[in-house]
């Protein structure tokens, strides 16, 4: 919790560079959803500095969505 609050930098920064790549028609099923919450898992949890272990990371809530 404490290293990825720290790395928000980062973490904002993948979540952006993943969500610049998906189209609207990807994200509105809930299944789509699904899918971009996995994706955010799995870049979230690579690690911040070489050979340092990977973040532990469970799950991601969306709060609001919102598709332009």
Same mark, same amino acid.
């Given at each position: 919790g404490e290293l990825i609050k720290?790395?928000?930098?980062?973490v904002?920064?993948? @979540?952006?560079?993943?969500?610049?790549?998906k189209k609207a028609s990807e994200l509105t099923s809930v299944e789509g959803?699904?899918?971009?919450?996995?994706?955010?898992?799995a870049a @979230?949890?690579?690690p911040f500095?070489?050979?340092?272990?990977p973040?532990? @990371?469970t799950d991601v809530?969306?709060?609001n969505f919102i598709i332009q």
């Open positions: 720290t790395n928000m930098a980062r904002r920064s993948r @979540v952006l560079l993943l969500l610049s790549a959803k699904r899918q971009l919450s996995n994706e955010i898992i @979230v949890k690579q500095a070489d050979k340092a272990p973040q532990e @990371v809530l969306f709060t």
